[in-house]
T-cell receptor, first 109, second 115 residues
Framework: QKEVEQNSGPLSVPEGAIASLNCTYS??????FFWYRQYSGKSPELIMS????GDKEDGRFTAQLNKASQYVSLLIRDSQPSDSATYLC?????????FGAGTTVTVRA | DVKVTQSSRYLVKRTGEKVFLECVQD?????MFWYRQDPGLGLRLIYF???????EKGDIPEGYSVSREKKERFSLILESASTNQTSMYLC??????????????FGPGTRLTVT
């Protein structure tokens, strides 16, 4: 079993809709969780960090963390064509992060 | 803004050559990482360093070595490049925020082709 699993995708949403991405993790010792956006041929870009249970909002992005259920999610509101990318979920403890395989999101104009 | 730079965006090397990939960060971060990313295999950790002159093997260290002589610089060395090391190489740097929180940032990547 992979330490971080992204089990949704690929995802195609119309412009203006909400894109919902999910991620589960197996290591209960993981303390910190991140969402990265990666455009084709580019490196991952950190877009959200979340460390405690609950929701964290940053602009059109909302990250949710539920440590009891061991899942992390990312909502992208009012999706734009520029949001079309692969989104990587990552989680970890003191030293190493484990990354999911990524979810590819396509926003249809 | 955190800045992580890598010495080359694209590199073409021949089989058997010794290859050096360099990474520099400007935020005084203690932890630095080297990953490779391949289609269908995702991000895989090669080596990481949690302090100067310290290094730890990641998940796929075979065929690679690293050097961290200065805090800001972390080098990845391919001792004898092989075609199966053709990949996107990503350096990352991690810095602590308040408390025990941290954030990890990636460099722009080096696309290495071994022929």
């Amino acid at each position: 079993q992979k330490e971080v699993e992204q089990n949704s995708g690929p995802l195609s949403v119309p412009e203006g809709a909400i894109a919902s991405l999910n991620c589960t993790y197996s290591d209960r010792g993981s303390q910190s969780f991140f969402w990265y956006r990666q455009y084709s041929g580019k490196s991952p870009e950190l877009i959200m960090s979340i460390y405690s249970n609950g929701d964290k909002e940053d602009g059109r992005f909302t990250a949710q963390l539920n440590k009891a259920s061991q899942y992390v999610s990312l909502l992208i509101r009012d999706s734009q064509p520029s949001d079309s990318a692969t989104y990587l979920c990552a989680g970890g403890g003191d030293y190493k992060l484990s990354f999911g395989a990524g979810t590819t999101v396509t926003v249809r104009a | 803004d955190v800045k992580v730079t890598q010495s080359s965006r694209y590199l073409v090397k021949r089989t058997g050559e010794k290859v050096f990939l360099e990474c520099v960060q400007d935020m005084d971060h203690e932890n630095m990482f080297w990953y490779r990313q391949d289609p269908g295999l995702g991000l895989r950790l090669i080596y990481f360093s949690y302090d100067v002159k310290m290094k730890e093997k990641g998940d796929i260290p075979e065929g690679y070595s690293v050097s961290r002589e200065k805090k800001e610089r972390f080098s990845l060395i391919l001792e004898s490049a092989s075609t199966n090391q053709t990949s996107m190489y990503l350096c990352a740097s991690r810095g602590r925020l308040a408390g025990n929180n941290y954030e990890q940032y990636f460099g722009p990547g080096t696309r290495l082709t071994v022929t």
